[in-house]
């Protein structure tokens, strides 16, 4: 989904919003809000996850959590991917924490 879907799913929908994303990469800079579960930790995390609520996941580009909302929703999940990341995210002019972060 598009970051304009995608703000729109976390603030109508009540969405986990989810970064999986190394450490280095999360601290760089982020969606308000979000919670960090590394790529290769989800399977283990999973259970942290509402299968009531949907679930936006996010990396960089969007290839690694495209990799996680397909996972999820063959899981039955309602699991969504951020289109190109928060590279996207960015350049569509949303804001992302810290104050100065980065996409890394």
């Keep these: ?3 304009q879907q995608a703000q ?3 603030r109508e929908q009540d969405a986990q919003l989810v970064d999986v994303r190394e450490p280095y990469e999360h601290e760089a800079g982020r969606i308000a809000g979000s919670l960090h579960i590394e790529l290769q930790r989800l399977p283990e995390q999973a259970t ?3 299968r009531e609520r ?3 996941f996010y ?3 969007g290839s690694r959590s495209a990799l996680a909302a397909d996972a999820f929703t063959a899981s039955g999940y309602d699991a969504r991917n951020l289109d190109g990341g928060l590279e996207a995210w960015v350049g569509a002019g949303l804001p992302i ?3 100065g972060g980065r996409v890394a």
Excluded: K, N, Q, V
């Design 8 to 10: 729109e799913l976390i």
């Design 97 to 99: 924490e810290p104050s």
């Design 59 to 61: 990396c960089r580009s």
């Design 1 to 3: 989904m598009s970051p």
């Design 48 to 50: 942290a996850l509402d």
């Design 54 to 56: 949907p679930i936006l």
